[in-house]
T-cell receptor, first 114, second 110 residues
Framework: EADIYQTPRYLVIGTGKKITLECSQT?????MYWYQQDPGMELHLIHY???????EKGDLSSESTVSRIRTEHFPLTLESARPSHTSQYLC?????????????FGSGTRLTVV | DAKTTQPTSMDCAEGRAANLPCNHS???????VYWYRQIHSQGPQYIIH???NNETNEMASLIITEDRKSSTLILPHATLRDTAVYYC???????????FGAGTTVTVRA
């Protein structure tokens, strides 16, 4: 069973639209992450959060923004979608206490901007 | 400045052991070796991790050399469902971010 949920699973949207990708986890993990992955390519960390009201940019520059108002919720927003934003977005979480045991990933959102 | 080096791809026969190598010659004393796998663009799945001792769980075994400069992930009896990209990642104990490289594409053949 999934303890980290991403919605929508697939999204096709027009250029210029504002979109929010949702990510929620029920494990009480304090740390959450967003990765971007193009088909057949590597995962790249674009945002992370180590707790409520704490967000940082990752290794790959992204035009998206994130917020962390609640522990369990870490949404990603694109103010004006462009075709270059077409990709898969994966959310993950980890716990400080059990962080050594690794991340839990969601199933991802596959975004297509037309 | 990749911290790990893995073969690009490898094949394995169903039912046989799959041995996946990873080089991490610049690993520091406070860095763990993690293995994840990603099946067909799903979210990566944690497999196993270790510091210096060999580790085993229900999914795999991890063998770390004594000098810690390389490791091998062993899938004892590979099945078709083990076909995936396998990532070897080095991570410091107080750095919670994971950096995924290209990994090894493992294809299990019947």
């Amino acid at each position: 069973e999934a303890d980290i949920y991403q919605t929508p699973r697939y999204l096709v949207i027009g250029t210029g639209k504002k979109i929010t990708l949702e990510c929620s986890q029920t494990m009480g993990h304090d740390k959450m992450y967003w990765y971007q992955q193009d088909p057949g390519m590597e995962l790249h960390l674009i945002h992370y959060s180590y707790g409520v009201n704490s967000t940082e940019k990752g290794d790959l520059s992204s035009e998206s923004t994130v917020s962390r108002i609640r522990t369990e919720h870490f949404p990603l927003t694109l103010e004006s979608a462009r075709p270059s934003h077409t990709s898969q977005y994966l959310c993950a979480s980890s716990d400080s206490g059990t962080g050594v045991h690794g991340y839990t990933f969601g199933s991802g959102t596959r975004l297509t901007v037309v | 400045d990749a911290k790990t080096t893995q073969p690009t791809s490898m094949d394995c026969a169903e039912g046989r052991a799959a041995n996946l190598p990873c080089n991490h010659s610049t690993i520091s004393g406070n860095e763990y070796v993690y293995w994840y796998r990603q099946i067909h663009s799903q979210g990566p799945q944690y497999i196993i991790h270790g510091l210096k001792n060999n580790e085993t769980n229900e999914m795999a075994s991890l063998i770390i050399t004594e000098d810690r400069k390389s490791s091998t992930l062993i899938l004892p009896h590979a099945t078709l469902r083990d076909t995936a990209v396998y990532y070897c990642i080095v991570r410091a104990v107080n750095d919670y971010k994971l950096s995924f490289g290209a990994g090894t594409t493992v294809t299990v053949r019947a």
